[in-house]
């Protein structure tokens, strides 16, 4: 929460100080190229392939030498301290990233207007001199690729490790590197000074990681070689190739965005961060705090203990995630005033991120369920289908955006992506339903109407009797709010005043009919979530 809510912050320091112009839609792109390599590197093998297998190897009832089958049938744990093979396997990760993210680094600053010209030759066309900008912006940023890669990876160790503590911590200080840069050096260096921080924040964010690992007592030495480095690259290569369809979607959004217009990019990535900041709270959130649990889960053998962990997940990621989006969907005017629009950030600019962000908003809803799903699949080591439901996702982006940009322009951009997201989670859910149906077949008939009831009281009938319900409350909140709106200000003259009690009287009435009407009914992830409040306040009030 405090990484995401400091990524806004990062946002709105940006829009202070430089608007929504080409430099900034320079440096976007330019930011992107870092986050591509880490993405196919280490973003997307972190959660498909490294996590699941250093949760297996972090096991305390794993011996040397044992197999998954192995493992599993034992019940009882026979070690106590961080296990050798968890070490061993440790080294050889670090070591062999330490040498390849340097090589890549280096390709990086040697090739920064090749990449620069394929993400953003829409500039030449509009501004010339944004290019070269982008380039010497990419350079400056080339180093970003090897902290925040291995910063990625110690994140991986420590998932594994059940320590979520400091990654959260790392993140939220990485966007600090913005926060603080841009106010002390935008006067001096300009655009640059966003290059600077986002430097600065990397090497803190690993710095903080590698520290944290050595408090774990993972005391490791180098080494070239693991036997469960081949399990992680056969886990990782159906990833892998659905990543270089995802990259080539994104070079293609950000090479058609910049022939839309010098500010598009710019309007599209604040939408985007909107978007992104319910996500990273919550779906994000719950599903990677998961992906340990599900991940030992399977690998036991426990199925029952599985399929109620990832039905609980889901239940509790729609309760959370609704009410927000349907706020941001009502005050995405007012909140996008408040929070962008000041300095060099204009009215006009506040209009166009607030039209693309209602589109991101629907997809917002598809990407919410889909990252429970995908990260269920990565528990299971099971990498091949999410990588090929990734592909086709990309394809139906390419065609709608290829239909719409010529007319809608960077709108059809937003309405492609809106149009992946929800390909992406339709399927992942058919597909769960389906793997579902093969666990029971393969039970026997015997076990599969106990397997069918037992699916049934984990996660089916809870969880539409929750969709239902979140539905019925979340109208409920939509009518509330559209109608004391008129009453605090909409439609007024806008003001920080005005756009502060549309915020929180709006936004805190509609809040407060939702969790009304949820606690009326007894959905249990909301009288969870009760409890939790009421426990927070009790201690508050002690203090």
Do not use: C
């Given at each position: 929460?405090?990484?995401?809510?400091?990524?806004?912050?990062?946002?709105?320091?940006?829009?202070?100080?430089?608007?929504?112009?080409?430099?900034?839609?320079?440096?976007?792109?330019?930011?992107?190229?870092?986050?591509?390599?880490?993405?196919?590197?280490?973003?997307?093998?972190?959660?498909?392939?490294?996590?699941?297998?250093?949760?297996?190897?972090?096991?305390?009832?794993?011996?040397?030498?044992?197999?998954?089958?192995?493992?599993?049938?034992?019940?009882?744990?026979?070690?106590?301290?961080?296990?050798?093979?968890?070490?061993?396997?440790?080294?050889?990760?670090?070591?062999?990233?330490?040498?390849?993210?340097?090589?890549?680094?280096?390709?990086?600053?040697?090739?920064?207007?090749?990449?620069?010209?394929?993400?953003?030759?829409?500039?030449?066309?509009?501004?010339?001199?944004l290019l070269p900008l982008t380039a010497q912006l990419l350079r400056l940023m080339a180093p970003v690729v090897w902290f925040v890669s291995m910063a990625g990876l110690l994140t991986a160790i420590l998932f594994a490790l059940q320590r979520f503590s400091f990654p959260a911590i790392a993140s939220a200080i990485y966007n600090l590197g913005i926060i603080v840069a841009a106010p002390l050096l935008a006067g001096r260096v300009g655009i640059a000074s966003l290059a600077i921080g986002v430097l600065a924040g990397?090497?803190?964010?690993?710095?903080?990681?590698?520290?944290?690992?050595?408090?774990?007592?993972?005391?490791?030495?180098?080494?070239?070689?693991?036997?469960?480095?081949?399990?992680?690259?056969?886990?990782?290569?159906p990833i892998a190739a659905g990543l270089v369809v995802a990259q080539f979607q994104v070079g293609l959004d950000r090479r058609l965005a910049s022939g839309t217009g010098v500010q598009s990019i710019a309007w599209m990535s604040k939408a985007t961060t909107l978007q992104q900041l319910p996500l990273g709270m919550i779906s994000v959130a719950i599903s990677l705090a998961a992906l340990p649990r599900l991940s030992q889960q399977f690998a036991s053998g426990d199925v029952e203990a599985y399929r109620a962990t990832l039905a609980r997940g889901l239940r509790m990621v729609v309760v959370m995630i609704v009410p927000i989006l349907v706020g941001l969907g009502v005050l995405a005017e007012p909140a996008v005033r408040l929070l962008f629009e000041r300095?060099?950030?204009?009215?006009?600019?506040?209009?166009?991120?607030?039209?693309?962000?209602?589109?991101?908003l629907v997809g917002a809803l598809?990407?919410?369920?889909?990252?429970?799903?995908i990260y269920a699949f990565y528990a299971r080591n099971d990498t091949l289908l999410p990588a090929l439901v990734g592909v086709l996702s990309v394809l139906v982006y390419a065609a709608i955006a290829l239909a719409l940009?010529?007319?809608l322009g960077y709108l059809g951009?937003?309405?492609?992506?809106?149009?992946?997201?929800?390909?992406?989670?339709?399927?992942?859910?058919?597909?769960?339903?389906?793997?579902?149906?093969?666990?029971?077949?393969?039970?026997?008939?015997?076990?599969?109407?106990?397997?069918?009831?037992?699916?049934s009281a984990a996660g089916a009938s809870p969880t539409v009797r929750t969709v239902i319900s979140v539905a019925g409350a979340a109208g409920a909140m939509f009518v509330v709010m559209t109608a004391l709106l008129p009453r605090f200000g909409a439609g007024g003259s806008p003001s920080i005043v005005n756009d502060l009690v549309q915020l929180f009287v709006g936004g805190g009435s509609g809040m407060l009919v939702y969790a009304g009407l949820l606690l009326l009914v007894k959905q249990p992830e909301a009288r969870q979530l009760y409890g939790v409040v009421r426990r927070v306040s009790g201690l508050a009030k002690g203090i």
């Open positions: 929460m405090a990484s995401r809510v400091l990524g806004l912050l990062r946002e709105m320091v940006i829009a202070a100080y430089f608007g929504a112009s080409g430099p900034v839609s320079a440096f976007t792109v330019a930011s992107s190229a870092p986050k591509m390599l880490y993405d196919f590197l280490i973003g997307g093998m972190l959660s498909a392939a490294l996590v699941p297998v250093l949760s297996d190897y972090a096991r305390l009832d794993r011996k040397q030498g044992d197999t998954t089958e192995e493992v599993a049938s034992r019940s009882n744990g026979e070690q106590v301290g961080p296990n050798p093979e968890l070490v061993r396997l440790v080294g050889a990760l670090i070591s062999l990233a330490v040498v390849t993210l340097a090589g890549l680094t280096v390709l990086m600053v040697v090739f920064a207007p090749q990449v620069a010209g394929l993400l953003a030759g829409g500039f030449d066309d509009l501004d010339p001199t990397s090497m803190v964010q690993f710095a903080l990681m590698a520290w944290d690992v050595r408090r774990a007592g993972l005391k490791f030495s180098v080494q070239w070689s693991h036997p469960a480095l081949a399990r992680i690259v056969r886990l990782y290569l300095g060099q950030f204009t009215a006009g600019d506040s209009a166009q991120v607030v039209t693309a962000l209602n589109v991101y598809f990407a919410a369920v889909d990252f429970p799903l940009v010529e007319g951009l937003v309405w492609a992506d809106t149009g992946k997201q929800a390909a992406h989670a339709l399927v992942m859910l058919a597909l769960l339903y389906w793997k579902m149906g093969q666990i029971q077949r393969r039970q026997g008939s015997e076990r599969a109407s106990e397997l069918q009831e037992g699916w």
